[in-house]
């Protein structure tokens, strides 16, 4: 038995050997080519009109909300190898995409008021279009008769609609649940850059209570495929 099951592995070790051969022969980039795109004039062109897109926005959240003033303000831009073997043996497999970068921006802010009321003046201005769900559920939370049952792991916390340039979302400390921003260590090309100042959150927390997190993410600015 276990020398079937030995030779079942090696089998299967050199199926997936031959496979990745055929992957790595087949015109599609390798990593230090994709890198090489990531860097390049036109997608550095795309870039700075997509960073331009994101400052603007975060400038017409500003204006208004005149009591929002960020604390920090963090814009990640990354490049990411998105290729995979999903679709490996489907005979009529979609498109491939190789590399998507996209860029994301966290304002980080506080408040002097309670979140409840802080996320109702913010509601109030109109300055996004949060999804009808999203805002049911931020009432329901708050103690309004919504009809609806929110489930006990649910955190309060408002989405805009889809089908937009950038997608938003708005977060708060809550209890245990407190706000941050991670990244992932294994993009083919990024960079983090920080406005206002540079301290961390929990620093941010410590000097000034609560803190909110309003999110910005892009559509992809550019892919390869």
Excluded at 68 to 73: G, T
Excluded at 93 to 117: L, Q
Excluded at 203 to 214: A, K, P, S
Aim: charged content about 25%; proline content about 4%; overall charge positive.
């Amino acid at each position: 038995m276990a020398s079937t099951k030995q030779r079942t592995g090696l089998l299967l070790a050199f199926l997936l050997m031959g496979v990745s051969a055929c992957a790595s022969s087949d015109g599609r980039p390798s990593q230090r080519e994709l890198k090489k795109i990531a860097g390049s004039a036109e997608v550095q062109t795309k870039r700075e009109a997509t960073a331009k897109a994101v400052r603007d926005r975060v400038r017409a959240i500003e204006a208004g909300v005149p009591w929002l003033k960020p604390l920090s303000v963090i814009t990640y831009d990354q490049c990411q190898d998105v290729r995979g073997n999903a679709h490996l043996f489907d005979p009529n497999p979609p498109k491939e995409i190789f590399m998507k970068c996209r860029m994301s921006s966290y304002v980080f802010f506080a408040s002097d008021r309670n979140p409840k009321d802080s996320v109702a003046d913010i509601l109030r201005r109109e300055i996004t279009d949060w999804t009808q769900s999203s805002v049911s559920d931020l009432l329901t939370y708050y103690g309004k008769d919504t009809g609806l049952q929110l489930s006990d792991r649910y955190v309060p916390s408002l989405t805009s609609v889809s089908g937009r340039e950038m997608r938003e979302t708005l977060r708060w400390d809550v209890g245990g649940q407190k706000v941050s921003a991670t990244f992932p260590k294994n993009a083919l090309w990024d960079r983090l850059t920080h406005r206002v100042s540079e301290k961390s959150i929990d620093q941010l927390r410590q000097e000034n209570g609560v803190i909110y997190m309003w999110s910005l993410h892009t559509n992809e600015y550019h892919t390869v495929s």
